[in-house]
């Protein structure tokens, strides 16, 4: 029963090899027709003035010489051919017609045999890549982190590692990355400044693109990337992922341990002309599909005035505060929240137990960097109007370079859960409670990805 299955398969991929192969030599089948016609229109011209004139009772007209000219190539099944030229030019092209009789067969063939051989090596690097994929895929396996006993997938994988450990080329390696949308190649040199030297180090990110969080939750894939719907209070957002190293990896992470909707930007529709959607230009009508699904998601998630949309992005400048909060305009007037005392009370707490915890030090409307204006994410999403917003710029060497990152990411969900979470959803984190267990157990679960 197996031998038979195996041979049914076998059969099945031949006949798919044969329509692919077609399919992709079709155009070139085309060409070969239109060549043969056009030649075949000339020669049968050329034969029709010399034999008219030597049997003219024989070749009365051009339409019967056409006919001859293309019965030649089948061998004249209906005798519509059975006169022969008498002229040196009329043998000459009955000539030329056999050898081109020959060639009718002779080329297709070929082309097809070649079509046919591409798609088999076509299918075996595919074979390939996906072997490559599912190496790549297990050095994401989840790995338990001491201090907090959570499993948590890697930020990113050395390609040059894994190339060594795997043993697989590196040209194998960015192949694969280019080929499955799990994956994307970044450079750890882009997350320093020129002043600390960086060397070029490819790694590559996985991407959260399961279909289930580990607490059961679905992640909805879109079109800018994914969305994550806890029915919390808390929406994070993180518009930079899909082109600044580990911080997708860290928006998720924070979503996850602080039981937070996440909004995370995976994708770009034109890498050579990357749209901005944490500064957003432009009129509303004018933006494109991905940002206007964006900022709708956003929107329905944060739709009361009692949500906070946490914007989080990374930055390689390099003041002495690691997290910087921002929330004022220019006129240092409050542009983006509600509730002004709320978030001062949560940075107080955050900016006094990270430095006392983790040596990570916090400032708030750093003139290092540029306020929110009218065009920020935050601010269009209904930020200081319709819900509270503010941003949170991560220097590198706390989301890429640290070591402790779980830890502090725990740390960082706990304190912003613990003052924007609405009450009803806070039992569900109550140390000790039958309810939090639940959901630390899924956090430690065994498995490859972020889960």
């Known amino acids: 029963m197996h031998t038979l299955k195996q041979s049914l398969e076998i059969i099945l991929k031949s006949f798919v090899f044969f329509g692919r192969a077609f399919k992709n030599s079709k155009k070139d089948f085309w060409i070969s027709i239109q060549v043969l016609f056009w030649v075949s229109l ?49 043998r000459l092209i009955a000539t030329f017609l056999g050898i081109m009789k020959i ?34 895929l297990k050095s994401f396996k989840r790995v338990r982190n ?26 194998d390696i ?42 059961g939750y679905d992640i909805v894939r879109t079109t800018y990337g994914i969305k994550i719907n806890r029915q919390s209070n808390v929406t994070i957002v993180a518009p930079t992922a899909d082109n600044e190293n580990s911080i997708g990896n860290f928006a998720y992470y924070l979503a996850q341990f602080g039981g937070f909707n996440l909004v995370s930007r995976l994708f770009v529709t034109d890498i050579d002309d990357r749209t901005s959607f944490i500064t957003i230009e432009g009129k509303e009508e004018d933006w494109e599909a991905p940002l206007k699904d964006f900022v709708q998601n956003l929107k329905e998630l944060s739709a009361s005035k009692e949500s906070w949309n946490i914007v989080v992005s990374a930055t390689k400048k390099a003041p002495e505060a ?4 921002a929330h004022k305009n220019k006129a240092d007037q409050s542009m983006t929240t509600l509730d002004e005392d709320g978030l001062l009370k949560l940075y107080e707490e955050f900016s006094s137990k990270m430095q006392e915890k983790h040596e990570i030090l916090s400032d708030m409307d750093s003139k290092e960097f540029l306020p ?27 989301i890429t370079w ?41 956090w430690k679960q065994k498995g490859k990805g972020f889960g």
């Open 103 to 136: 060639l009718i067969y002779s080329v297709p063939a070929g082309l097809f045999a070649k079509a046919y051989w591409q798609i088999q090596k076509e299918d075996e690097r595919q074979e390939k890549l996906y072997k490559c994929r599912e190496k790549i």
């Open 42 to 90: 000339f020669l049968s011209l050329i034969f029709y003035f010399v034999e008219h004139s030597a049997q003219p009772e024989k070749y009365t007209n051009y339409f019967r010489v056409f006919i001859w000219t293309i019965v030649q190539y089948i061998g004249d099944p209906g005798h519509f051919a059975e006169d022969v030229p008498v002229t040196f030019v009329g």
């Open 146 to 171: 001491p201090e907090t006993g959570y499993r948590v997938a890697p930020r990113n994988v050395s390609l040059a590692s894994l190339a060594v450990k795997k043993s697989m080329t590196e040209n």
């Open 174 to 215: 960015i192949e694969t990355v280019s080929r499955f949308d799990e994956f994307r190649l970044r450079n750890i040199a882009d997350t320093q400044t020129r002043s600390e030297h960086p060397q070029n180090r490819l790694v590559i990110e996985l991407l959260p693109l399961d279909k289930k969080t580990v607490d």
């Open 372 to 398: 929110l204006g009218k065009k920020n994410i935050g601010v269009i999403a209904g930020g200081g109007s319709s819900n509270n917003a503010f941003s949170m710029r991560m220097s590198y060497s706390l």
């Open 402 to 442: 640290t070591d402790r990152w779980i830890p502090i990411i725990v740390e960082m969900a706990e304190i912003l859960r613990n003052h924007l979470e609405k009450p009803d959803r806070q039992h569900i984190f109550v140390k000790d409670s039958e309810t939090r267990q639940k959901i630390e157990s899924c």
């Open 322 to 325: 690691q997290v910087h909060f």
